[in-house]
């Protein structure tokens, strides 16, 4: 069965931000359930959310674990670096580093991989979920760092795989056994770039590497601005 799919518009990117960090500080503080398991992206989007999040100073739920869809294979203080740009938010949260599922770039990219894989299969295989997910689309219909069906079809039977990214880059990328795992997940959207992407993953492409990633989960949701969304028909 595939995924549902539901959208819930924004008339300004600011509204979308500002939903995003609500909705973010009930899921961190433990609000909704004890142990939470969130998943964050990167991304010009939610980055000034988790910023405006930390100068809260926020108290953490016990036992909240922290993990990320995927990270450039760069230093961890990288400016390009997903983890670097979150750390004022896990920071300000006081997070233990076992709390904290890095990407290890630190180590060669293989080793890199595998430390990912084995962390996140001792997690899930304890039994948690992941209760909150974040991801985004690319303008080219990619979402975490699958950018293609090559990347999918190494992705089966794998938690983690290494990707050589468009722009060059390497990267380490969670897959779609990791995605349907996640209680509430949320494809968050914003600008006029994301156009294209948003129209085929509402009519669940075959052809958007994003749609194909996501349509084993239960259940999907996208935020979206109006920018993205262009005018409605």
């Not at 909240?64 to 979150?86: A, E, I, K």
């Not at 990407?103 to 909150?132: C, H, K, V, Y």
């Amino acid at each position: 069965m595939e995924a549902s799919l539901t959208l819930q518009r924004f008339a300004t990117r600011a509204a979308l931000q500002s939903a995003l960090e609500a909705r973010l500080q009930d899921v961190l503080t433990g609000r909704d359930l004890a142990a939470p398991v969130v998943m964050l992206s990167g991304g010009s989007t939610p980055i000034p959310a988790y910023l405006n999040l930390a100068a809260r100073r926020l108290r953490p739920a016990p036992q909240l674990t922290v993990l990320f869809s995927d990270d450039r294979y760069v230093p961890s203080d990288s400016d390009q670096s997903n983890y670097h740009q979150s750390r004022p938010l896990l920071d300000s949260l006081g997070l233990a580093a076992e709390q904290v599922l890095r990407i290890r770039t630190e180590l060669p990219l293989p080793l890199a991989t595998a430390d990912s894989q084995g962390r996140l299969a001792q997690l899930l295989g304890s039994e948690r979920r992941i209760s909150f997910g974040l991801l985004g689309l690319g303008a080219d219909g990619h979402t975490c760092s699958l950018f293609s069906g090559a990347d999918l079809a190494r992705a089966q039977g794998q938690l983690a795989i290494s990707v050589h990214r468009p722009d060059g880059r390497d990267a380490v990328s969670v897959t779609p056994a990791v995605l349907e795992r996640v209680d509430e997940l949320i494809i968050l959207v914003a600008g006029p770039d994301k156009r294209a992407a948003v129209e085929a993953l509402r009519h669940r492409s075959p052809d958007l590497t994003a749609w194909q990633a996501v349509r084993g989960c239960r259940a999907v949701q996208l935020w979206a601005d109006a920018a993205a969304l262009g005018a409605e028909r």
